[in-house]
């Protein structure tokens, strides 16, 4: 019934920008956390951004001062900002939202199809 839809991805040249979307649509009573994950092939999975409602970002140190993570509220919807990019961000990024789809329901996480990014050198 929830579900996440990711755009935005693609290919770029090292020190290009993308931005990343996710749009949480359903049965949602209130989202806490929104990120992003990404992974690289023969790579494990690693938590890139996240945002809690009304708190601040944190980040993985390789992107800091390069990716910008920020949320609508209204539209339940996540971003990636990302300059500078540089070829060992290629891989697929995965956004997931920690949701309560209902009063007297406990949060669970729900994530996106991923969005492919390929940086070029």
């Known amino acids: 019934q929830v579900q996440l839809v990711e755009s935005g991805g693609g290919l770029v040249q090292a020190g290009g920008s993308l931005r990343l979307s996710c749009a949480a649509s359903g049965s949602i009573y209130s989202i806490n956390a929104m990120g992003w994950y990404r992974q690289a092939p023969g790579k494990q999975r690693e938590l890139v951004a996240a945002?809690?409602?009304?708190?601040?970002?944190n980040y993985i140190d390789s992107v800091k001062g390069r990716f910008t993570i920020s949320r609508d509220n209204a539209k339940n919807t996540v971003y990636l900002q990302m300059n500078s990019l540089k070829p060992e961000d290629t891989a697929v990024y995965y956004c997931y939202a920690d949701i309560r789809r209902a009063l007297f329901t406990g949060r669970r996480d729900y994530w996106g199809q991923g969005t492919q990014v390929s940086v070029s050198s």
């Open positions: 945002l809690t409602s009304g708190g601040s970002p």
